[in-house]
Structure formats: structure tokens, C-alpha cells
């Protein structure tokens, strides 16, 4: 059994730890707050600036800065840095929510405001909160992890019901294959879930979705008395 010197110890570790994850938050917060909501993109750093998604992420990238939205990434290389090029190129808002990492992410030169976290979850809700539109780009582990954390919170009512895109249909179809043929059948998600999201293969839809819901003021957040009940309704499907 320990002695209480060794639980005041671990108490004490404890306490830290919090602090730390608090401060990572406070400071992700304070960046939101200082630019409307705008466009997540999520996607792989290893993909080079040659290959055919990083083209499309910097020509989503800059037509979203042509519609007046900020994009936002992970401000690392691959599909982030082409989607930070397309709209820092056009003169627009170009976030990157960088993360420290044991291979050091540096973050891209595309940048007009950058943030740099030590936790991933803190990272996740503000690139969750950043947003009105959430784009999912060929990824991997990472990727997935970004992805399962947005539908799961839609999926939950933990946040709004904001349109998600897979971009990439080729890539991602298996995956949403799977979830038809494999998880639907089993009662593991519902057919509602699987309307959560959609694949696409056209940035113009994608775009098309963020001027639908608008540009809303800086300092407003679609988190802010956020209910179940009082979500944006998901995207219709084809």
C-alpha cells in the first residue's frame, strides 16, 4: 500500500498534469476567438506537393480564400502545407494548429496565424471548434484519428451537425464500404450515421457548403450554447 507521501507525490503530478492540459487549451481558444469559423482540412504530411491531392487541397485552399473563409490545418507538410499555399497565395486567412511531435513537425511557411500544442486532444478540439465545414483528405493514422473524433462527436450530438467531406472517393470508398457492409448489418452504427459525412470528388461542392452556411462574426462560435437539438442538419446524400 502507498504511503501518503507517495500519493501526496502523485496528487501533486497529477495537479500539473491538469495545468498543463489547461494552458494547451486556453491557449487554443484565444486563437479561435480571433478569426470567424472557417474551413478544416485534415489530410496526410507525407504526401509530396507533386501528388494529385496536394494539388487539389492548394486549389480548395485558394478558392476558399476567394469565398472569404479562413482555412485551417495542422500547419505541418503534405496536404496541409498545399491547402495553407492555396490560401495564404490569394491573401487569405491561413491558420495552422502545429503540434509538437518526438520527429519534429515543423510548421509550413504558409501561414498567417500558427499555434503550436504539446497534446493532440487539445489540438483536436480546436481544430473541431475552428470550423463550420471539415474536409477530410487521403490520410493515414492521424487522418483517421481526426476523422473518427469528428463523426463520433456529430454522431453523439457533442457538437453540431456541420458538413464533413471525404475527399477523394477512390481512396475512401472502401472505407465507407466497410461501414455499410460490415458495421451497418451488425447494429454497430446506424443509416443515420453514415449521412453524417459524404464523398466527393469536386472542391466546388465543398466550397459551395461553406458559403451556404455563411461567414459568422469573429468572436462567435457555433460551440457557444450549442444543444443536440439545435444542430445544422447534415449534408443530404446522393
Not at 476567438?33 to 507525407?46: D, E, H, L
Not at 476523422?147 to 470508398?173: A, T
Request: charged content about 25%; proline content about 5%; overall charge neutral.
Amino acid at each position: 500500500m502507498f504511503d501518503a507521501e507517495i500519493l501526496k507525490q502523485l496528487e501533486a503530478a497529477d495537479v500539473e498534469r491538469a495545468k498543463a492540459y489547461a494552458r494547451d487549451l486556453e491557449e487554443g481558444l484565444k486563437i479561435v476567438r480571433t478569426y470567424p469559423q472557417g474551413v478544416t482540412i485534415f489530410g496526410s504530411a507525407r504526401l509530396s506537393q507533386d501528388n494529385k491531392y496536394c494539388k487539389k487541397a492548394r486549389e480548395l485552399g485558394q478558392l476558399l480564400a476567394q469565398n472569404g473563409h479562413a482555412v485551417i490545418t495542422g500547419g505541418g507538410p503534405g496536404i496541409m502545407e498545399a491547402a495553407n499555399q492555396g490560401a495564404f497565395e490569394y491573401g487569405g486567412r491561413s491558420i495552422g494548429l502545429n503540434i509538437t511531435l518526438r520527429h519534429e513537425q515543423e510548421p509550413n511557411p504558409y501561414l498567417t496565424d500558427t499555434l503550436q500544442f504539446k497534446y493532440f486532444f487539445a489540438r483536436k478540439v480546436m481544430l473541431a471548434m475552428s470550423a463550420k465545414v471539415y474536409v477530410l483528405f487521403p490520410g493515414g493514422l492521424g487522418t483517421l484519428d481526426e476523422l473518427s473524433e469528428i463523426v463520433i462527436l456529430m454522431q453523439e450530438g457533442k457538437m453540431p451537425k456541420m458538413p464533413v467531406f471525404f475527399f477523394g472517393k477512390s481512396f475512401w470508398r472502401p472505407l465507407t464500404k466497410f461501414f455499410e457492409n460490415k458495421m451497418l448489418p451488425m447494429g454497430l452504427i446506424s443509416k443515420h450515421d453514415t449521412k453524417i459525412y459524404k464523398l466527393t470528388d469536386d472542391i466546388k461542392e465543398i466550397v459551395d457548403a461553406a458559403n451556404k452556411i455563411g461567414h459568422p462574426p469573429i468572436k462567435t462560435n457555433y460551440y457557444d450554447g450549442f444543444s443536440a437539438q439545435s444542430g445544422i442538419p447534415a449534408l443530404p446524400q446522393d
